[in-house]
């Protein structure tokens, strides 16, 4: 069980107030807020052995390298990947897509194709459309429904022997939807010789994820979502996989061998981190796993899941509120939603006068907002320092902004 | 009146609402008070980039002065891109090019007018100062 109250005390930043009322933080779904632990371990690195990692024959660089390194167990060991070096680090998941869409579609055939779904993060689409170009790949989007789920008729029509790439979020960042991945993994496996690929920027914070009981074969995820900092994130992929794409990112630490003319590169994970990494942002990142797992996933996804719960029967008493999210038993804890008549800027604005931090906009998703005819919402989403005080009072500076704004 | 006496004006105005929500019910009452606005110039020619809503923003040059009719699909970006349009209307180019007044500074409006490169108010203020800058050439 999470104790909110309790747990509030672990991040600082809930002692501010925003113009004069308590901060009601509601905008996890774009960054997470970070513990004490957090903080205070990259502050230690600075204060007491920072040195750049690898090769540094000397007392602070082993410990810097040690620390590092160990932060790759830490999230193998999160994720339960079947190895360490499975663990790539990158500054997000959208330096995460990139990097696979680079390496993966370099060696597909033109006229191969991708799978994407209508409701995929900018992320998760751009990379794919900037590589389909270049090597003159098809891409393809299924379909999600009225109720904002995925539409498996529709994905199961669109698998082909041409299919070679399936990526799709794993938990909606607007409509929480949290498509079955073992059941689109199993109609990938048996009707293509595809990867697929999860977007887990919103999943891997909120659920307790197990790629080997999953069965995919890349999941990227997002270390500022998650409680760490920004400028690092992890892609998982499976070791056979890895050892077989090319690196796209070229540079110092990622080599075996370099000659004038040629160069050979180091194994995985090394092959694919070149340039000095944010090692300091991973050891955060590996205090922020360690805070997660000790409340342990479980209480994690059990406490969005409640806060889910709660905050959809709540919103659902506002007239006029119109709410993208999915009626599907589990999803996750992200609403985002439109008024009638009033503009999503505008109430995101006044709910800031009331303290409540929202986020206006098309969230990185367009496409799906444009196919709603929609130019933006405002979205809430919940976390593991958010309790349904929280939603009480989003809901009440929302009936207020309405008076305000008609 | 010039671009400062204005300035000061609202200046004055809008210190005396010393909340944010206050200060957005008064762009909010700007909004609605302002003349209508032609649908048909609701398009992208006119069209402000930068902003979270959709701002438009129409020049019109009438005895070398400028005058600016805007719009906004949201209340409060409406109200202030009328009272960014009331502060340059019924100026010389020349003198709007000139004018070097910090409005984010002056108006103290909180997060609608923080001095980001990429914020809407910043954009308001670049695309006045870009037709005027044309219009003095």
């Known amino acids: 069980m999470i104790k909110v109250s309790d747990l509030k005390k672990d991040f600082p930043i809930f002692d501010r107030e925003i113009n004069g009322k308590r901060l009601t933080y509601l905008d996890s779904g774009a960054t997470s807020q970070k513990p004490n632990s957090v903080i205070n371990e990259m502050t230690n690195v600075y204060t007491n052995m920072n040195a750049n990692v690898h090769r540094g024959t000397y007392v602070l660089s082993s410990e810097t390298t040690a620390k590092y390194e160990e932060v790759r167990d830490k999230l193998k060991n999160f994720i339960n990947a079947y190895s360490s070096d499975e663990i790539i680090f990158a500054k997000g998941c959208t330096e995460g897509f990139n990097f696979l869409a680079n390496s993966i579609c370099k060696d597909l055939n033109a006229g191969d194709e991708i799978i994407l779904s209508e409701i995929e993060h900018h992320a998760n689409i751009i990379p794919w459309q900037m590589a389909a170009a270049k090597y003159n790949l098809k891409i393809n989007y299924v379909n999600v429904s009225e109720s904002f789920e995925l539409d498996f008729d529709h994905l199961e029509s669109l698998l082909n022997k041409n299919t070679k790439v399936v990526s799709i979020v794993g938990e909606s960042n607007i409509s929480g939807m949290l498509p079955d991945i073992k059941k689109i993994n199993s109609l990938v496996k048996d009707k293509t010789d595809a990867v697929y690929i999860v977007d887990g920027a919103q999943l891997v914070p909120h659920r307790k994820i197990d790629v080997q009981d999953l069965g995919i074969d890349f999941l990227c995820v997002s270390g500022h979502k998650m409680l760490g900092p920004t400028g690092i994130g992890v892609v998982w992929g499976r070791k056979e996989l890895l050892e077989n794409l090319d690196p796209v990112y070229g540079g110092g630490d990622m080599i075996e061998e370099v000659f004038y003319d040629t160069a050979t590169w180091a194994p995985i994970p090394h092959k694919f981190e070149a340039g000095t990494p944010p090692y300091v942002e991973a050891i955060g990142l590996g205090a922020a796993v360690d805070y997660l797992s000790n409340l342990d996933m479980n209480n994690v996804q059990k406490h969005s899941d409640d806060l889910r719960e709660y905050a959809k029967n709540k919103l659902g008493n506002i007239d006029g509120l119109n709410i993208i999210h999915t009626n599907s038993k589990l999803a996750g804890c992200t609403f985002a939603m439109s008024l009638d008549g009033i503009h999503a800027a505008d109430v995101s604005l006044m709910l800031d006068t009331f303290g409540v931090a929202v986020r206006a906009g098309h969230h990185c998703v367009q496409p799906f907002h444009r196919k709603l005819n929609l130019d933006s919402t405002f979205r809430a989403t919940g976390y593991i320092y958010n309790d349904e005080e929280d939603f009480d009072i989003l809901y009440n500076a929302l009936e207020e902004s309405i008076k305000l704004l008609t | ?137």
Request: aromatic share 10%; proline share 4%.
């Open chain 2, 1 to 137: 009146m010039s671009i400062q006496e204005k300035v000061e004006e609202y200046k004055q105005t809008l210190a005396l609402f010393p909340n944010p929500q206050e200060k957005y019910q008064y762009l909010i009452e700007q909004a609605k008070k302002s003349e209508d606005f032609p649908t048909e110039l609701r398009i992208d020619e006119f069209k402000v980039n930068g902003c979270q809503s959709q701002v438009w923003l129409v020049p019109e040059e009438k005895d070398n002065k400028l005058y600016f009719k805007s719009d906004s699909d949201a209340l409060i970006a409406k109200g202030l891109v009328t009272l960014i349009s009331s502060i340059y209307s019924d100026e010389a180019p020349k003198d709007i090019v000139n004018s070097e007044i910090d409005l984010m500074e002056e108006f103290e409006l909180g997060v609608i007018l923080s001095p980001a490169r990429r914020n809407g108010a910043f954009s308001m203020l670049k695309t006045i100062k870009e037709f005027s800058q044309k219009l003095a050439n």
